[in-house]
């Protein structure tokens, strides 16, 4: 079932924590003589603030939350043919897991 206009913008008021209720939005929209045109205008308006209110809590918890925002570095993006020395060889191998399938221990230096 489709809500009413009066139904979503009491849902974006609670998005947005305000004391709106359907009933009475339609109160004041019936004694201000609001036209369909601008009651469809208050709906639009409600649903970006409460759109734009979710998106920015988003966006705050994501931040908060210290996640890498960065693409990590596996071994299929890595470039060896950066890699110079002795024992690169070995390096390029490492992607194999044949070190850890044979409980070796493995220590980076540098």
Do not use: C
């Not at 920015?56 to 299929?76: A, D, G, N």
């Amino acid at each position: 079932m489709k809500e009413t206009i009066f139904e979503q913008v009491a849902a974006a008021a609670s998005v947005l924590k305000l004391d709106l209720s359907a009933e009475e939005f339609a109160s004041l929209a019936e004694d201000q003589e609001f036209s369909e045109t601008g009651l469809e205008a208050v709906q639009m308006l409600f649903s970006y603030l409460s759109e734009k209110k979710q998106q920015t809590t988003i966006q705050t918890l994501l931040k908060l939350s210290r996640l890498p925002t960065k693409v990590p570095k596996t071994f299929e993006n890595f470039d060896f043919s950066l890699l110079k020395g002795k024992d690169v060889e070995r390096l390029k191998v490492l992607a194999s897991l044949n070190a850890i399938y044979s409980h070796r221990n493995l220590a980076f230096i540098g």
